[in-house]
């Protein structure tokens, strides 16, 4: 029987703690021991599976259990949200943040986190408040890719003014390349200065021997839209590697990568995680470790993965898109704490203000209560005003403690940046 099934109390988790320390002091605890079935016979999970003890984070003592082979972390029901916040908070770590992809990697390495409670987790970070999408529209499922090898590349560009807030120094615009393999989902990101010939076809030149190398496979076909930077000196650098290229209107895979790469990008700047290359680098550790609708699977695991099982799980992915409808959120109620959607920033004129989601928050940061629903009107009365379901974000609360770390992370990242100019070092 699985531990997953079992509720881990801090108390009872402290006594087996304790259990193994003492065997360890013995000996007996590094290659893993079960508690015997005398030992603490009202701790039922304590004798389902091998423990031993491993150093975590500020070297304290952790409790590890076996699972399918693996050794993973016992977390109990009161270390949930530090362990947690850990992660969200550390530079080095690439657990994706949304729900299902974040709880698909973190199974993998935890027992005693549910899915619920990763989920009431996220719900409390501001950051990911203030980023989370508005309703989505539906889109037609193109073409399937019918090998890996089959990429899409785009440029995006990032504002500076966007940027440098959080970073504590003036930041220039820039641009991603990006480059994806429509089968896997493997994604290659650099970032460049500027878009014109000189700087564009030597850093492609640079990411596709990489890519070859992720995929372990040559590239035999490259798609993207018609910007200037994909044509003359770029198609014919791409010609003398035998790639094929082909302008399509758009990239639906490269799309929605290019959208999910931002999003976590800019949530790690928010974060504090770290200057640009630092963030370039984390994100796309992070994006290539998150599942796939599309495939059913991370892209490092899906390059591991046989052509013909991916693509089976693309054309039943393609099946269950037919007829897919998108619902709206559920209820409010009153007294429900809410976020507002700012029509400012992302309403009907979006598009003709330049309006990107990922590049910051376009929910209010103050938190409303909702007052009143008025049946007839279909609306919700906050902030002096009736609002329609969709411009409101319901909310738990505010996870204060994330929140004081992450102040206290952008002003060192302010300081150092701030010392390095002024002793005359480029940051």
Do not use: C
């Not at 889109?139 to 990032?158: F, H, M, Q, T, Y």
């Not at 500076?160 to 120094?169: M, P, S």
């Not at 992915?317 to 409808?325: D, S, W």
């Not at 910051?360 to 008025?374: A, I, R």
């Amino acid at each position: 029987m699985s531990l997953r099934r079992y509720r881990i109390k801090q108390d009872e988790y402290a006594k087996v703690l304790d259990w193994l320390r003492r065997k360890s002091k013995e000996g007996e605890a590094q290659a893993g021991v079960r508690m015997p079935a005398d030992w603490l016979p009202k701790i039922t999970w304590a004798h389902k599976a091998n423990m031993r003890i491993k150093k975590g984070a500020h070297g304290k003592d952790q409790v590890q259990v076996l699972e399918k082979e693996v050794w993973k972390t016992l977390v109990h029901e009161m270390q949930i949200d530090a362990y947690l916040r850990d992660k969200l908070l550390s530079t080095s770590a690439d657990v994706p943040m949304s729900r299902d992809a974040g709880y698909h990697i973190t199974q993998k390495r935890t027992v005693g986190i549910s899915r619920r409670a990763f989920m009431k987790f996220l719900r409390k970070q501001e950051v990911l408040q203030l980023t989370r999408d508005a309703l989505p529209e539906k889109k037609s499922v193109g073409r399937p890719p019918e090998a890996r090898g089959n990429l899409e590349i785009d440029l995006v560009e990032a504002k500076g003014k966007d940027i440098q807030k959080y970073v504590g120094h003036p930041v220039k615009n820039f641009y991603w390349i990006t480059l994806i393999d429509r089968l896997t989902g493997w994604l290659e990101v650099k970032r460049i200065l500027q878009k014109d010939f000189k700087t564009v076809v030597p850093a492609i030149r640079k990411m596709i021997p990489k890519m070859e190398a992720s995929l372990r496979t040559k590239i035999k076909y490259i798609r993207s839209d018609s910007g200037s930077e994909f044509k003359s000196e770029t198609k014919l650098m791409l010609e003398e590697l035998k790639i094929k290229h082909r302008f399509v209107k758009s990239g639906n895979r490269l799309e929605q990568a290019n959208k999910t790469f931002q999003k976590i990008w800019y949530r790690l700047m928010r974060l504090g995680r770290g200057d640009l290359k630092e963030l370039d680098a984390q994100a796309q550790a992070i994006f290539n470790n998150t599942i796939s609708k599309v495939n059913g699977n991370t892209p490092l695991e899906a390059i591991e993965k046989a052509d013909a099982e991916l693509l089976e799980k693309v054309r039943e992915f393609k099946k269950k898109q037919k007829g897919a409808r998108y619902r709206g959120a559920g209820p409010l109620q009153k007294g429900d704490k809410v976020r507002i959607l700012l029509d400012s920033v992302r309403g009907k004129h979006g598009a003709a203000l330049g309006y990107k989601s990922y590049r910051g928050k376009h929910w209010s940061e103050q938190v409303y209560t909702v007052v009143n629903f008025n049946k007839h009107r279909d609306a919700y009365y906050v902030a002096s005003k009736y609002r329609s379901r969709d411009k409101l974000l319901h909310v738990p609360g505010v996870d204060a403690l994330t929140n004081a770390a992450v102040s206290k992370r952008r002003k060192k990242i302010g300081s150092v940046a701030q010392g390095a100019a002024a002793a005359g070092f480029e940051w």
